[in-house]
């Protein structure tokens, strides 16, 4: 099944939110792969930001305001405004504001469907919310370098305008890409100055030329780790995690449905002929029954997904900690996800003894295996063949478990390894890929688990991910 008719499945499931999701994640992909974000020009940057906000919200007002380094006053740094025109624009400080700020610097969302009443912003109603008619307010912290830097205000007019979780994420996300902007333009004046000090190096006496390489070096290494951290940023997490983790258990379901309407329809048919015989009904219970035990579990995985949207896709604190007993609990996952496989006839094994334990977010550790399954299935198997095979083997460390996932499939070439765990970075984007998988694997390996993850590949011989991942405190 492709992600086109996946989204079908998905729009039809909820009737607004699932298409949401759909057309905000496709904003967000148009403004990420932009080259105005990283190509320096903050002030394009925040025009592109603020205009997708206005798209994707459906509103007439959004502002980006800057924090002071007093951290005492904000100031707006853009502003647009379909409606009207700020006559002047004003200062906001916290001596006049505190229960704003207090909010503000706990570097939390501000969810305000009513403004003019809502704790955080009723400071407001006297003067600004009345003279632009404003009245829900939607303010995500920005940040740059783990410091919060200042705030984007999303505002509506409609008085009975609610945010929903998907435009809060998705605001979120515009803010995580601000502060990519933010690291542009700061790259933008090195890279500046660089030049500057090149042009005087033909000038330079002979002993400035020593410290002039030195400076150099200095920075190409700053310039190095500004990329790697950009490369690894929360985006991909934010926008695809819920749509990655949904088309699973709904393809799973469609699979289960389809298999219980073909067995229906051949026990129609013996029913007309008269020839069903009491094995074959039987038989048809049975593997309905298992469908069905199948259709529901999906079922409710993929509604557990949804209404979880927030805690799943921005606070992944919502994945509890236990003691897995891993063995089961890869059989059990991997049983789940053998629809997915069935198509191009990959087979699955598992080599791990019974008495490995790790205490893991289960969850986090679920969505690894289901993403590593579902990639080597789309990229690594062309077409089916009973020879497909992917292997997971674990091996207990002292202080956890080293994974090895193995497939025997095209392999891949050193510059796609090389850029294999990027965000939106796809081999098959005229096929739907997002390119988001791989780097949802790497941030959740990283940094919710706390561990490593690499890979080898040979193009014609296979691929092998090996991560590790240690036992969490509790």
Not at 443 to 468: A, D, H, M, W, Y
Request: hydrophobic share 35%.
């Amino acid at each position: 099944m492709d992600i086109k008719s996946q989204w079908v499945i998905v729009s039809k499931y909820s009737e607004d939110g699932l298409n949401m999701n759909e057309a905000l994640e496709n904003i967000l992909l148009d403004v990420s792969k932009s080259p105005d974000i990283d190509g320096g020009d903050l002030e394009k940057a925040s025009e592109l930001i603020l205009m997708s906000a206005l798209k994707g919200l459906d509103i007439s007002r959004v502002s980006i305001w800057l924090l002071q380094p007093d951290k005492q006053s904000m100031t707006a740094a853009r502003l647009i405004d379909e409606k009207q025109q700020d006559k002047e624009l004003p200062v906001l400080r916290k001596s006049e504001l505190p229960s704003y700020f207090r909010v503000l610097m706990t570097e939390r969302t501000i969810i305000a469907n009513d403004a003019r009443n809502h704790p955080a912003t009723v400071e407001l109603s006297n003067g600004y919310l009345e003279e632009t008619g404003v009245y829900g307010m939607l303010d995500v912290p920005l940040r740059h370098k783990g410091q919060m830097i200042g705030v984007m205000c999303c505002e509506s007019r409609k008085p009975s305008r609610r945010w929903t979780s998907d435009e809060v994420a998705f605001v979120g996300v515009l803010a995580d890409i601000y502060g990519r902007a933010v690291s542009a333009s700061e790259r933008e004046r090195f890279e500046a100055l660089l030049i500057r000090q090149n042009e005087q190096l033909e000038s330079m006496v002979a002993e400035r030329t020593e410290s002039l390489t030195k400076a150099l070096d200095n920075f190409k290494q700053a310039q190095e780790r500004l990329i790697e951290t950009e490369k690894m940023a929360a985006l991909g997490k934010l926008v695809a995690g819920v749509a990655h983790e949904v088309n699973t258990p709904l393809g799973v379901s469609v699979t289960a449905v389809t298999h219980c309407e073909h067995r229906l329809k051949k026990l129609d048919q013996g029913f007309s002929n008269g020839s069903i015989s009491r094995k074959q009904l039987q038989t048809f219970i049975s593997d309905t029954y298992e469908a069905y035990q199948l259709l529901t579990s999906n079922l409710e995985r993929a509604a557990t997904l949804i209404q979880n949207f927030k805690k799943t896709a921005v606070d992944q604190s919502s994945f509890e900690l236990v003691n897995c007993q891993l063995n089961d609990y890869l059989h059990a996952l991997i049983l789940s996800l053998k629809p997915v496989v069935k198509k191009k006839h990959v087979s699955i094994t598992i080599d791990c003894d019974d008495d490995i334990i790790l205490s893991t977010y289960q969850g986090a550790l679920a969505q690894i295996v289901t993403n590593l399954v579902s990639n080597t299935n789309d990229h690594a198997f062309v077409e089916p063949d009973e020879k497909h095979q992917i292997e997971i083997q674990t091996e207990q460390k002292d202080e956890g478990v080293h994974f090895h996932f193995r497939d025997n499939g095209k392999g891949m070439d050193s510059e796609t390894i090389k850029n294999i765990f990027e965000p939106f970075f796809t081999t098959s984007r005229q096929t739907g890929g997002s390119g988001l998988g791989l780097s949802i694997v790497y941030n959740l390996v990283t940094r919710k688990l706390n561990g490593e993850i690499s890979v080898q590949s040979t193009p014609g011989k296979g691929t092998e991910f090996s991560f590790f991942l240690p036992d969490l405190p509790k």
